[in-house]
């Protein structure tokens, strides 16, 4: 008898589907509930075991694991690591689960425990420096964005339950947004990161006039040199352009570069297959 077919380790039945958070502010979870339309279509294709969100039933028995957030906190590990245990493909779901996302900016200011004062005044908070997923667990897959586009977060749950490839752009958002007939902002006035940041989005902010700050993270040869060069030419300085850089932590290894920083090594990475 033919073994039963699978994708990266996932039976192709209705696979049992986890949705956990860490450090985070559920923008990535709201996604998943919040596509009426399709909603009821794409629960079919799976079985919901574990969403705090949207559930009160708890299950520690799922195929894939969706994690939201980074890690800020050292019983944040521990938890992840039993997810992963747990999971026989885990997602890294949005920036901050990927990148670290908006978290990561406290990592930013040398002193954490000034911070942490500033922050939450004389109230304990255990919080340590902001980390993506990766760094403590194997990552089978990441969902870019801050958040992802529910479209997109449905696509890759879809694929993996029918056994089709599961494939991110890796070409920039300025495809997307010339594909879009957009004014480039660049000539309005406004910076962006649309040249260096993978598309996939459909270039969701240049379509409302807002400049892209790269919460997909970069795309495939992202050259920031070239970059910088388009800001100074439309005016905008390296420390605008740094900033923008920084914001969703996808570009942490080319602004330790710009800015003449040692990269951090990883501790773990991507895939538990590889
Ligand atoms: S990636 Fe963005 S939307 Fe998702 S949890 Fe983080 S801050 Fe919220
Ligand atoms: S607006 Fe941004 S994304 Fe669009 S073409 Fe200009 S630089 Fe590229
Ligand atoms: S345009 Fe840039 S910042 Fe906006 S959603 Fe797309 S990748 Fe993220």
Redesign the pocket.
Known sequence: MAAPLSYLGVGLDRPRVGVFEFTSCEGCQLQLVNNEATLLDFLNLIELVNFREAMSERSDDYDIALVEGSISRADEVARLKEIRTNARLLVALGSCACFGGVNQLKNRFGDLDWVKKKVYGDFPIASQEVRPLADFVAVDLMIY??PPKKEEIEKVVTNLVVGKKVAMPKYP?CMECKANENICLFTLGEPC??PI?RAG?D????NHRRG?????GPAEAANVRELEAIMARHGFSREAMLDRLECFGGFSSQVAALRGQPRRPRKARSSKRS
């Open positions: 964005g801050c958002v990161l649309g940041t989005c270039a969701w902010c240049p892209c700050w790269g919460c997909r």
